[in-house]
T-cell receptor, first 114, second 110 residues
Framework: DTAVSQTPKYLVTQMGNDKSIKCEQNLGHDTMYWYKQDSKKFLKIMFSYNNKELIINETVPNRFSPKSPDKAHLNLHINSLELGDSAVYFC?????????????FGQGTRLTVV | GENVEQHPSTLSVQEGDSAVIKCTYSDSASNYFPWYKQELGKRPQLIIDIRSNVGEKKDQRIAVTLNKTAKHFSLHITETQPEDSAVYFCAASIGGQFYFGTGTSLTVIP
């Protein structure tokens, strides 16, 4: 039973296209995140959601738009893809805001923009 | 926001030796410090964590220490094995947000 699952696992697309990545967690967690991991392996927070509400948007271009239809899902839509968007995107969830508990990560989506 | 620095960026040790990774953080309000291990092509997974009211925690070959005054925390792996080879990330959590260090690529040489 996968706790945090993302689809697709791999995504290859051309510059200028629009794409979405889906994330679902079955842990009953209140908080979900999107992280971007670049080629240097740095894990950079993009968005944090708590109970479907956006808490933090860390200087991410407007082309990135998260959507949380319910507490178990946090999807990421990217418009007008650029070469620099190529990275691995990780969804994660944790029990709740300021609960001091671990974040569980999805398996990642490797996005390649050509 | 919180700033987490991690050193070294790469570390090679002989099998059986110890490995130490150090992190510092900037915001004294950070209250939870997890460590993650990421194997090649896999997701980061928690290996150990420590809360701000604890100075040290140990789990078999892995231990973490926290010095709140100096705002630094360290990961210690003893009796390293080849399967310990991976990228390790420290993180500091404040208000539910996780701020990660830049990662340490650990190689254990058989």
């Amino acid at each position: 039973d996968t706790a945090v699952s993302q689809t697709p696992k791999y995504l290859v697309t051309q510059m200028g296209n629009d794409k979405s990545i889906k994330c679902e967690q079955n842990l009953g967690h209140d908080t979900m995140y999107w992280y971007k991991q670049d080629s240097k392996k740095f894990l950079k927070i993009m968005f944090s959601y708590n109970n479907k509400e956006l808490i933090i948007n860390e200087t991410v271009p407007n082309r990135f738009s998260p959507k949380s239809p319910d507490k178990a899902h946090l999807n990421l839509h990217i418009n007008s893809l650029e070469l620099g968007d190529s990275a691995v995107y990780f969804c994660a969830s944790s029990q709740g805001w300021d609960r001091g508990t671990e974040a569980f990560f999805g398996q990642g989506t490797r996005l390649t923009v050509v | 926001g919180e700033n987490v620095e991690q050193h070294p960026s790469t570390l090679s040790v002989q099998e059986g030796d110890s490995a130490v990774i150090k992190c510092t953080y900037s915001d004294s309000a950070s209250n939870y410090f997890p460590w993650y291990k990421q194997e090649l092509g896999k997701r980061p997974q928690l290996i150990i964590d420590i809360r701000s009211n604890v100075g040290e925690k140990k789990d078999q070959r892995i231990a973490v220490t926290l010095n709140k005054t100096a705002k630094h925390f360290s990961l210690h792996i003893t009796e390293t094995q080849p399967e310990d080879s991976a990228v390790y990330f420290c993180a500091a959590s404040i208000g539910g947000q996780f701020y990660f260090g830049t990662g340490t690529s650990l190689t254990v040489i058989p």
